[in-house]
């Protein structure tokens, strides 16, 4: 699932295209709003919200999407792509053409239009947003404690606790912290710097496509531990780990909606899975 990063760059690349733009045709091929029609309204701003994407026009509609796992959008002016990759013509889901640009959501999911008063209804209940203007560290912090006994890895990444942190930023923020993704929340030292942290991260990459956590931005040198498993810790050498993180009633082992979590066992002591 892309990080809030990832999500964040996306809205701004849209806002960027369609922003002050009068729509002038609108597809959506999805059979709940088959025929909806958007065109005659201006697209006012386009904004993340954590991992979700709020493109508000000026009669106070928002269209909101997620894109999950493989979801994306794509834009060009004139025949030239400004951003994104080519889909295959099957993953359209939703089309906006403006005089001069057209956006494209691929595999895009959740797809709903609400009017803007009640855009809390689907985004309401996420946390202090990484990359928002609501940011709070003592807000966050809170959150994570009302679950003291919980683990912290599943705990980043609840939305409701804090919005746009993914599973690539829970293993570096948790190896950068030295703390086993299996500890409780009440067992972590000093959680609002770890908080001052993730936000730092998330921010170093809003603006690029790349996520960089090493301060090397070379292939095979982004990361800490993630999708390092069984290469040696950058810091001490030892064989990296993967494990599947689950808690307790939430799955099994190998279960699918579980992550597969990464961290250094010298590094990172405690509880393990």
Known sequence: MPEGDTVWLTAHKLHGALAGGLLTRTDFRLPELATTDLSGRTVIEVVARGKHILLRTSDELTLHSHLMMDGSWTASRNGKRLFGQSHPAHHLRVVLETAEVTAQGHRVHDVRI?????????????????????WDVAVTTSRLLS????????????????????????????FLRGVSPWAPVSSVADLPAMMVLAHRL???????WAQVTTGVNRPGQQ??????????????????????????GHGRLGDPRARSTYWCPHCQPGPGP
């Open 114 to 134: 609400v009017p803007t008063a009640r855009e809390s209804d689907l985004v309401g209940h996420l946390g202090p947003d990484l990359l928002g203007p609501d």
């Open 223 to 248: 990361t800490w531990v993630y999708e390092r498993g069984s290469k040696p810790c950058r810091r001490c050498g030892t064989p990296i780990r993967r494990a599947d993180q689950h808690e307790p």
């Open 147 to 174: 679950t003291p006994d919980r683990m912290i890895g599943p705990a980043l990444l609840d939305q409701r606790n804090l919005a746009g942190l993914g599973n690539l930023y829970k293993c570096e923020l948790l």
């Open 202 to 208: 998330l921010r170093a990459n809003r603006d690029t």
